[in-house]
C-alpha cells in the first residue's frame, strides 16, 4: 500500500494548485482518503474526505468553497482542486488512507493508518 502526494508548489493568493494522491498496492475507490495539512508550528490539521464508495465527502469549514476533492477510479488517483488560496493555506499537504477499519471520525489522524510524504502549498505575495 502506498500513496504518493504531488502538485504543490509556490502561488500568490487567489490562485488555484491541483493536488493528486495517487495510490498502489489498493483499489482506491474502496478505500477512505483523507487530506490533512501541517503548517509550521501547528498540529496536523484535517482539511477534506472523501469516504469509500465515493458516498461521503466532507470539507473543513477553512476551506469549504474553496477546496474540491474529486476521485478517478480509472486512474486510481483522488484530487484536491484548491481555489482561491490564502496565506494561511500555506503549509505541507498530506493524503492518507485506512487499511484497517477504526472508529474513529473521518476528520481524526488517527484513523488513517497510511500516509503519503507530504507536498509543499506555499501561499505568498
Known amino acids: 500500500v502506498q500513496l504518493q502526494a504531488c502538485g504543490g508548489g509556490s502561488v500568490q493568493p487567489g490562485e488555484s494548485l491541483r493536488l493528486s494522491c495517487a495510490v498502489s498496492g489498493f483499489t482506491l475507490h474502496f478505500y477512505t482518503i483523507g487530506w490533512f495539512r501541517q503548517a509550521p508550528g501547528r498540529e496536523r490539521e484535517w482539511v477534506a474526505s472523501?469516504?469509500?464508495?465515493?458516498?461521503?465527502?466532507k470539507y473543513a469549514e477553512a476551506v469549504k468553497g474553496r477546496f474540491t476533492i474529486s476521485r478517478d477510479d480509472a486512474e486510481n488517483t483522488d484530487y484536491l482542486q484548491m481555489n482561491s488560496l490564502k496565506p494561511e493555506d500555506t503549509a505541507v499537504y498530506y493524503c492518507a488512507t485506512e487499511v484497517i477499519y477504526s472508529d474513529y471520525d473521518e476528520t481524526d489522524p488517527r484513523k488513517y493508518d497510511q500516509w503519503g510524504q507530504g507536498t509543499l502549498v506555499t501561499v505568498s505575495s
Open positions: 472523501i469516504s469509500a464508495n465515493n458516498r461521503r465527502i
